[in-house]
């Protein structure tokens, strides 16, 4: 009987991996568009060179406002706890503790990923009533949880600002003078 080790690299080697790889990708690949060619269905493709098609933005600007104001909606205390809340703390202690680089990071991060989010709403051709209502409180969560998963980041290096700066302030000050004492 082969060792053990020399047993299990012949199932790991690349050509098996490799192999094994695309024997479940290719069908998995096709699957999709296979069942909605077979029942006519639209998959709703999104292209996102559309976002560069003049006339195909103008026609569809009146998506813009609901897209924003139906994501801004998934986004509350209610749907989501306290995770939005000490986000926002997170980034204002960024800024707060000399982070601002840190902060500005985060606010970039999260206006950008809500601008992408609705240009696919504004350049997709799927009805935009039942779209929002079918995915807008799914595709929220990406905000929410990299916001909440930034949060930590921006706290403890703001955290570590003001600890060095309250260091520093304690190194500069002038020591306190002892109350005299008399003898009884």
Do not use: N
């Not at 986000?87 to 902060?103: D, E, I, P, S």
């Amino acid at each position: 009987m082969p060792p053990l080790h020399s047993f299990r690299s012949s199932f790991t080697s690349p050509h098996t991996t490799g192999v094994a790889h695309s024997a479940f990708s290719l069908p998995r690949a096709r699957l999709w568009p296979s069942f909605t060619s077979v029942h006519h269905l639209s998959t709703g493709d999104i292209h996102f060179s559309d976002a560069l098609r003049p006339g195909l933005l103008s026609a569809h600007a009146g998506r813009i406002a609901p897209s924003a104001h139906a994501l801004a909606g998934q986004v509350g205390v209610a749907k989501w706890g306290l995770l939005v809340p000490v986000t926002a703390v997170g980034v204002l202690a960024a800024f707060v503790g000399g982070r601002a680089v840190l902060g500005w990071f985060a606010v970039s991060w999260m206006v950008l990923s809500s601008s992408c989010l609705v240009l696919v709403y504004w350049i997709s051709s799927l009805p935009l009533h039942w779209y929002l209502a079918t995915s807008d409180y799914r595709i929220v969560a990406t905000l929410v949880v990299g916001g909440a998963a930034l949060t930590p980041l921006l706290a403890a290096d703001a955290w570590a600002g003001s600890k060095a700066a309250l260091r520093e302030l304690r190194a500069t000050r002038a020591p306190a003078i002892e109350p005299e004492t008399f003898p009884a």
